[in-house]
């Protein structure tokens, strides 16, 4: 199983994949409006549509995953 797959299975959503600086700030939004936030490495396959000019430097950016709060 993919991990993509295992994390949406503990209840957790894929929001978006972003570098810095939004990066930052869209975990520091979603945390102030009381989700629990996981970065992801990126990963080409898990992404849809074109992800082409971010294979070129992937560690650059992380994909935002978030959950309610229990």
């Not at 991990?3 to 600086?21: F, H, M, N, V």
């Not at 950016?61 to 229990?70: A, C, F, L, P």
Request: glycine letters at 4%; one cysteine or more.
């Amino acid at each position: 199983m993919k991990r993509s797959q295992q994390l949406i299975l503990e209840g957790w959503e894929k929001r978006a994949t972003y570098d810095e600086p939004r990066l930052s700030e869209m975990v520091e939004m979603y945390k102030e409006i009381g989700f629990e936030v996981l970065m992801e490495p990126f990963s080409p396959e898990d992404e849809p549509g074109c992800a082409e000019c971010m294979k070129d430097s992937p560690q650059q950016y992380k994909t935002v995953y978030t959950r309610k709060k229990s």
